[in-house]
């Protein structure tokens, strides 16, 4: 199997700690049947799934995969049969029941190499109930030489029957200082990286994206946006159009992230200056502000289900622009 996704593959130093966990568990014959890795988007959750699975397949493991083992071979070459890969089809909402079916039948036979089988699903917060419930029983009666490692960012999105049985593996948002470090020595061209990593959420992998993605041709478009709803002259529902189109310049989930962090920003500083909490009108700004929150926070939560994408992003638009009215 193939495994195909957009991670770096340069060293990520905030997954020290996890390898080093994973590798001395596996010295010690301790390598639990299911894994649970909690890490926010743009941590390297599935770099780290990727690596836990190549060690748990290798020939030779030792504080790393080999690498040079047929097992790695294969491995490389994305070919390795006691590899199962579970993600979300194209123009899926969630993991269907199928997908998770397939992944339990197939832990159910034999290794074909006569090791171990690993099965890796991610995100595992988009399976519906009954997926969940039909991955459940293999989670409940393990096979001795089976590996499940499940990659959520939302763990509280799982039944609590499938968390309870796995051994949780969290990534925290590193240190800014060493996120700044890191980012500066994949690309020196960029001078400052301290705003792209503030609206990443600290996460280095995504400000790595917001810098691919043209961030400050968005960071202007979207300060223009938010200076048209204060004074009411937005097109609301052509620019509801334009964030929600297929063929939108930018993804929804970018901008929504935008306004997100704009908006912590603002009530950071709010709150900061004290001045706003004197008022009437100030406190009615910050309550304001908390619920456009709530809603950009929600409408992120429902990006993985069925929704009519504009009909929202023109909801949020007005809710801002009442939000900002005030």
């Known amino acids: 199997m193939i495994i195909k996704d957009n991670i770096p593959r340069a060293l990520l130093p905030w997954l020290s700690a996890a390898k080093a966990r994973i590798s001395a568990s596996m010295c010690q014959g301790r390598l639990p049947h299911a894994l649970l890795i909690h ?17 748990a397949l290798c020939d030779a493991p030792g504080d790393s995969p080999c690498g040079t ?27 269907l029941i199928d997908q998770i079916r397939e992944l339990c039948e197939t832990f159910a036979l034999k290794s074909y190499r006569r090791g171990r089988k690993v099965g890796v699903i991610a995100p595992a917060d988009l399976m519906n109930v009954k997926a969940a419930n039909a991955l459940l029983k293999t989670l409940e009666e393990p096979p001795p030489d089976g590996l499940l490692i499940l990659v959520s960012e939302r763990p509280s999105r799982l039944p609590a029957t499938i968390v309870s049985r796995c051994q949780r593996i969290t990534i925290a948002v590193p240190p800014r200082e060493r996120s700044l470090e890191w980012l500066a020595a994949q690309e020196p061209s960029v001078g400052d990286w301290n705003e792209m990593l503030e609206f990443a959420g600290g996460a280095p992998l995504r400000a790595l994206a917001l810098h691919a993605s043209a961030f400050e041709a968005l960071h202007r478009e979207m300060g223009a946006a938010l200076a048209a709803l204060r004074d009411r002259s937005l097109d609301v529902p052509a620019t509801a159009e334009r964030w929600a189109g297929r063929n939108a310049s930018v993804a929804l989930e970018s901008r929504l992230a935008w306004i997100e962090t704009w908006i912590t920003k603002s009530l950071r500083e709010a709150f900061l200056r004290g001045a706003d909490l004197q008022s009437l009108q100030g406190i009615r700004k910050i309550r304001g502000l908390y619920g456009l929150l709530d809603r950009v926070r929600e409408f992120k939560l429902e990006l993985n289900t069925p929704l ?17 009215a005030a």
Do not use: M, Y
């Open 69 to 95: 083992c047929n097992a790695c071979q294969l491995f490389a070459a994305g070919n390795h049969p006691d590899l199962h890969w579970v993600t979300r089809l194209e123009d899926a909402k969630e993991l």
């Open 308 to 324: 009519n994408a504009q009909l929202a992003a023109e909801e949020l638009l007005l809710r801002a622009q009442v939000a900002l």
């Open 39 to 55: 890490a926010p988007n743009g941590l390297g959750a599935e770099a780290l799934a990727v690596w836990i699975s190549q060690l």
